[in-house]
């Protein structure tokens, strides 16, 4: 049984869309083919008809996973967060104490990082090293490449 992960609403709503997507057009796409290669003749010596039904189990599959992460989904609301913290969610604006290069990174769950963007997943090095921290207060976080120290510049959501 898996257990609840939280996300933001454009993330479960693109969740939701791709289900709709899998459980309308790809289902439909596959019962086409299935059809068409059953109309080809001998089923038994019939290889896109094992390809189109090996393809439609892997799509139902992958339709029940994603319809159990929907159910168990759970919606982060923000207006019950402390906006004096780095929590998830948390747009931080921070300052390399190294070399005064100054970066923002927005706290999002795991499945919806997107380092291009400046989504960093909460369980990531430097995003555990900030949660919690008020802005003024400094971190000194492991990361591969050793270690780095960052002041907190900006908190906002």
């Given at each position: 049984?898996?257990?609840?992960?939280?996300?933001?609403?454009?993330?479960?709503?693109?969740?939701?869309?791709?289900?709709?997507?899998?459980?309308?057009?790809?289902?439909?796409?596959?019962?086409?083919?299935?059809?068409?290669?059953?109309?080809?003749?001998?089923?038994?010596?019939?290889?896109?008809?094992?390809?189109?039904?090996?393809?439609?189990?892997?799509?139902?599959?992958?339709?029940?996973?994603?319809?159990e992460?929907?159910?168990?989904?759970?919606?982060?609301?923000?207006?019950?967060?402390?906006?004096?913290?780095?929590?998830?969610l948390?747009?931080?604006?921070?300052?390399?104490?190294?070399?005064?290069?100054?970066?923002?990174?927005?706290?999002?769950?795991?499945?919806?990082?997107?380092?291009?963007?400046?989504?960093?997943?909460?369980?990531?090095?430097?995003?555990?090293?900030?949660?919690?921290?008020?802005?003024?207060?400094?971190?000194?976080?492991?990361?591969?490449?050793?270690?780095?120290?960052?002041?907190i510049?900006?908190?906002?959501?």
């Open positions: 049984m898996a257990e609840s992960r939280y996300y933001t609403e454009e993330g479960l709503q693109k969740l939701r869309d791709e289900l709709d997507y899998l459980s309308t057009v790809e289902r439909k796409r596959i019962s086409e083919a299935i059809a068409e290669a059953r109309d080809k003749g001998d089923l038994s010596e019939n290889a896109e008809y094992d390809a189109a039904k090996e393809a439609q189990g892997l799509l139902e599959l992958k339709i029940s996973k994603l319809q992460i929907v159910s168990k989904a759970r919606v982060i609301d923000e207006s019950k967060m402390d906006k004096s913290k780095v929590l998830i948390s747009t931080v604006k921070v300052k390399n104490l190294k070399n005064n290069v100054v970066m923002t990174y927005t706290l999002v769950p795991e499945k919806e990082a997107d380092f291009k963007s400046g989504k960093i997943s909460v369980s990531s090095p430097i995003a555990k090293g900030l949660l919690g921290k008020s802005v003024g207060e400094k971190a000194e976080i492991s990361v591969p490449a050793g270690t780095i120290e960052l002041e510049v900006d908190i906002s959501r």
